[in-house]
C-alpha cells in the first residue's frame, strides 16, 4: 500500500510539513466532507499505528489533527481539533521520548508543559476545549507543533535511530 503520510526525508514533502498551515475554513466545506476528513485522518493514523496525526502530514494545509490516546479504562479516546490554540501550559514540564511518523526510526526526550488546555472547534464547527495532562498533552503539543511547521527532533537535545527504518 502506497505510504499516505508525508516524510520528512522527502524534499518536496519536507518543505511543505516546514510550513505554518492556515485556519480551517468550515464554511469551504460541507458537514460530510469534514467527517470524510475526520474519517480518513483517522484511517490513516490507525493503519500507521499512531496516537496522533496533523492534516499537513497527509498533505494538506489546514489546521487539524487528531489524536487517539489510551481512556484508562482498556479503551482508547479520539479527539478531533480543528483550529487548536494552546490557552493555558503548565510551567511544570515532564520529559518523555517522543517519535513521529513523518519521521520514522527516530525518536528522542523532549521536555513539555506537563498540563496544557487547547481552544478549537469540533468537526460541527462548534467550539471545545480540552484539558489535557499526560500522553494526550503530549500528543497535543506534537500536533500543534506540526500545524506551526515544527517537528519534534527541533526541540530534542539527543536524537536515537534505530538501526534499520521500518
Ligand atoms: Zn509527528
Known amino acids: 500500500m502506497e505510504n499516505e503520510i508525508w516524510m520528512l526525508k522527502n524534499k518536496k514533502e519536507e518543505k511543505f510539513l516546514r510550513k505554518k ?28 499505528n499512531g496516537i496522533g496525526l496533523s492534516a499537513n502530514q497527509i498533505g494538506l494545509p489546514f489546521r487539524v489533527f487528531v489524536a487517539e490516546v489510551p481512556d484508562g479504562n482498556g479503551g482508547t479516546k479520539f479527539y478531533a481539533v480543528f483550529n487548536p490554540k494552546l490557552e493555558k501550559a ?5 520529559g518523555y521520548e517522543e517519535g513521529c511518523l513523518s519521521v520514522p ?36 503539543q506534537h500536533e500543534m507543533d506540526h500545524l506551526n511547521g515544527k517537528l519534534f527532533i527541533d526541540r530534542t537535545k539527543k ?8
Open 21 to 48: 498551515t492556515v485556519e480551517f475554513d468550515f464554511k469551504k466545506f460541507t458537514k460530510k466532507e469534514v467527517v470524510a476528513l475526520v474519517a480518513r485522518m483517522r484511517r490513516i493514523m490507525h493503519v500507521a
Open 90 to 94: 503548565s510551567e511544570e514540564t515532564v
Open 105 to 140: 526510526g527516530t525518536w528522542g526526550d523532549v521536555e513539555r508543559p506537563a498540563q496544557v488546555t487547547v481552544g478549537g472547534f469540533d468537526k460541527n464547527g462548534k467550539p471545545a476545549k480540552i484539558k489535557a495532562w499526560g500522553l494526550l498533552a503530549r500528543v497535543f
Open 159 to 166: 536524537l536515537f535511530r534505530a538501526e534499520k527504518e521500518a
